[in-house]
């Protein structure tokens, strides 16, 4: 099993800035893919960005240029800075993680997510 603990979420004005912080924890052998997904009320969820192992990243075309992900491998720790943020990137952001699990002396893949930190963007 792997627990997520997600930090940083809160009220900021159109323009301001945050950072989301994601801890995972548990039986980890190493973490292929970590990230940020968000949903907003009444809307799907969607992706914000990924970072995989190899450190390639994937953004959405609405947050590239603002929001910057990144990782510390060895901590199993991703952080998502948020500049520049607007109304519309209000929402619940949830981490998420593509895992490689030790379980009897074996590797088995899985995924989890968080249970998501509220970012709210208003004047």
Same mark, same amino acid.
């Given at each position: 099993?792997?627990?997520?603990?997600?930090?940083?979420?809160?009220?900021?004005?159109?323009?301001?800035?945050?950072?989301?912080?994601?801890?995972?924890?548990?039986?980890?052998?190493?973490?292929?893919?970590?990230?940020?997904?968000?949903?907003?009320?009444?809307?799907?969820?969607? !992706?914000?960005?990924?970072?995989?192992?190899?450190?390639?990243?994937?953004?959405?075309?609405?947050?590239?240029?603002?929001?910057?992900?990144?990782?510390?491998?060895?901590?199993?720790?991703?952080? !998502?800075?948020?500049?520049?943020?607007?109304?519309?990137?209000?929402?619940?952001?949830?981490?998420?993680?593509?895992?490689? !699990?030790?379980?009897?002396?074996?590797?088995?893949?899985?995924?989890?997510?968080?249970?998501?930190?509220?970012?709210?963007?208003?004047?």
């Amino acid at each position: 099993q792997v627990q997520l603990v997600e930090s940083g979420g809160g009220v900021v004005q159109p323009g301001g800035s945050l950072r989301v912080s994601c801890k995972a924890s548990g039986n980890i052998y190493t973490i292929e893919t970590m990230g940020w997904y968000r949903q907003a009320p009444g809307k799907q969820r969607e !992706l914000v960005a990924t970072m995989t192992r190899s450190a390639r990243t994937n953004y959405a075309d609405s947050v590239r240029g603002r929001f910057t992900i990144s990782r510390e491998i060895e901590k199993n720790e991703a952080y !998502l800075q948020m500049n520049n943020l607007k109304p519309e990137d209000t929402a619940v952001y949830f981490c998420y993680v593509d895992v490689w !699990l030790i379980v009897d002396r074996d590797v088995e893949r899985a995924e989890y997510w968080g249970q998501g930190t509220q970012v709210t963007v208003s004047s």
